[in-house]
């Protein structure tokens, strides 16, 4: 059997389902942001793990290794948020081609503490090797959160409410932009070369990046919402289901409803989105919610909450209700702003389908 056919959840599942816990302390193993340990009595150790692979998940011909490290680091700070806890401790483990010198590193690491310091986070141990291939990333991220707050992704129920936190697509359509650019300045050098010219004399090529700049921000500089979950637990809310959107908001929202064993019900007309990236979709031909449900990369965050709280979850900032969870049998629905309703469909990036390995 090809991988592919199975793609990253099917083949995580295929590999995991049978797998015994033999310990008492290991709580929740494989399926959620993060395993959840418990070594003590008042407080839940979590633990998450991100492995980036350049010309997978990063192409360093527009990324910067200082905008690289802070992502690399937001990734898995986004992962112990979406379980409603505290980040604490981070290790990094990098494999690095000859390529690489001394000056890279620095800033790479430069992004990566800038983020660690953002969020009160302990860089304390790794691994470097090298690498036939390129540059290979792996980060695991240890938080905590207090054993009467950690939220999973099953517990949603039919009545509650589904709120998404800031805006959605526009790190996907920052990636479509520097792709775009990418490919101008590519064509540009091989026409170059065809014509037997000296690039190293050709004028330095000048991205067209005006007016996208928020676009590019959440691409190569995203965000993990640690301020959601301060004003979450200052309110006194606790999620019932929650998940950070790091594949596209309706991958996301099947594992909750899969998980949960739930319907859901969105609303076109509430996704939240930027000015920017609806008049980037418009400017690339692309339906702009397409964009906002299956882009990924967005690291807001999707979280169920009881109808009771409506009006404490919409006057937190940053935060909107998009719709409601249902019985399982009605199905994962999206209602358009004509009214009509669409089965919502699991196509945001699964880095193991065939499509994306080619």
Known sequence: MEIAELGEFGLIRHLTDDIEIKNPETLKGVGDDCAVLAFGDDKRVLVTTDLLMEGVHFDLQYTPLRHLGYKS????????????GRPRQMTVSLALSKRFCV???????DGLRMACDAHGCDIVGGDTTSSLTGLAISITCIGDVAKDKAVFRNGAKDTDLICVTGDLGAAYMGLQLLEREKGVYNAQIREARQRGEDLSALPPFE????????????????????????????????????????????????HICQQSHAGC????????LDY?????????NLNVTTCALNGGEDYELLFTVPLTMHDSVSAIPGVKVIGHITKPELGLQLVCRDGAEMELKAQGWNPLKMENRE
């Open 207 to 254: 991205p067209d990046f005006s007016g996208r700049e928020y676009l590019l921000e959440r691409q190569l500089k995203p965000e993990a919402r640690k301020d959601i979950i301060e004003a979450l637990d200052k309110a006194g809310i606790v999620p019932t289901a929650m998940m950070d959107i790091s594949d596209g908001l309706s991958s996301e929202l099947h």
């Open 103 to 109: 000056e890279d590193l620095e800033a790479f690491y």
């Open 276 to 284: 920017q990236t609806a008049a980037m979709a418009e400017e690339l």
């Open 73 to 84: 680091a937001i990734v898995n700070l986004s992962d112990i948020y979406a379980m409603n």
């Open 265 to 272: 019900r969105i609303y076109e007309e509430r996704l939240p």
